[in-house]
T-cell receptor, first 105, second 116 residues
Framework: DAKTTQPTSMDCAEGRAANLPCNHS???????VYWYRQIHSQGPQYIIH???NNETNEMASLIITEDRKSSTLILPHATLRDTAVYYC??????FGPGTRLSVLP | SAVISQKPSRDICQRGTSLTIQCQVD?????MFWYRQQPGQSLTLIAT?????????ESGFVIDKFPISRPNLTFSTLTVSNMSPEDSSIYLC?????????????FGPGTRLTVT
């Protein structure tokens, strides 16, 4: 049981912001929201995580709704190298199918 | 972040044989994890390996098929035993790193196994 739902796929134009949504309506009070991505044939890469506050690092921003039932990962200026499968997880170690993001030139 | 290496990176094996995959971390970590990723699928946790104790297996995975060793805080092995073509997958090692009051999880590059 992945406990998250994400769109199967999304497209984004190169240079534009990519906004990847995730629903986690059954999240517990102490569960963090984690985002990873997997570029073809590589191991998943940690991106960012948060509990209830919005977070930003050199890779992305994470916006968590006040009720914590959903979140959005933002890649501010998507490049072709950001094409990957993006996983949002809240149940520790349990990965759902993720969102396949295609950044188009 | 922890740097993780795996050996071999890929292998082609005959059915009925066994393959041992090694995972090495550049720092001491308490918890190590093994995942399987079947073709076109997401990651599935096989087991959690803690140093000094037996691995804890997830539903659908058993020790006889996937024996795991964890001799120290930087190393673990996963063996895929008596392989069949259904075992063809990418096997990933992962570690948990506690920092800033919460955990981050890091993955190795994976071992791509093909069973013929």
């Amino acid at each position: 049981d992945a406990k998250t739902t994400q769109p199967t796929s999304m497209d984004c134009a190169e240079g534009r912001a990519a906004n990847l949504p995730c629903n986690h309506s059954t999240i517990s009070g102490n569960e963090y929201v984690y985002w990873y991505r997997q570029i073809h044939s590589q191991g998943p890469q940690y991106i960012i995580h948060g509990l209830k506050n919005n977070e930003t690092n050199e890779m992305a921003s994470l916006i968590i709704t006040e009720d914590r039932k959903s979140s959005t990962l933002i890649l501010p200026h998507a490049t072709l190298r950001d094409t990957a499968v993006y996983y949002c997880i809240v149940s520790y170690f349990v990965f759902g199918p993720g969102t396949r993001l295609s950044v188009l030139p | 972040s922890a740097v993780i290496s795996q050996k071999p990176s890929r292998d082609i094996c005959q059915r009925g044989t066994s393959l041992t995959i090694q995972c090495q971390v550049d720092s001491q970590v308490t918890m190590m994890f093994w995942y399987r990723q079947q073709p076109g699928q997401s990651l599935t946790l096989i087991a959690t390996a803690n140093q000094g104790s037996e691995a804890t297996y997830e539903s659908g995975f058993v020790i006889d098929k996937f024996p795991i060793s964890r001799p120290n805080l930087t190393f673990s092995t996963l063996t895929v035993s008596n392989m069949s073509p259904e075992d063809s997958s990418i096997y990933l090692c992962s570690v948990e790193d506690f920092r800033g009051g919460s955990y981050e999880q890091y993955f190795g590059p994976g071992t791509r196994l093909t069973v013929t």
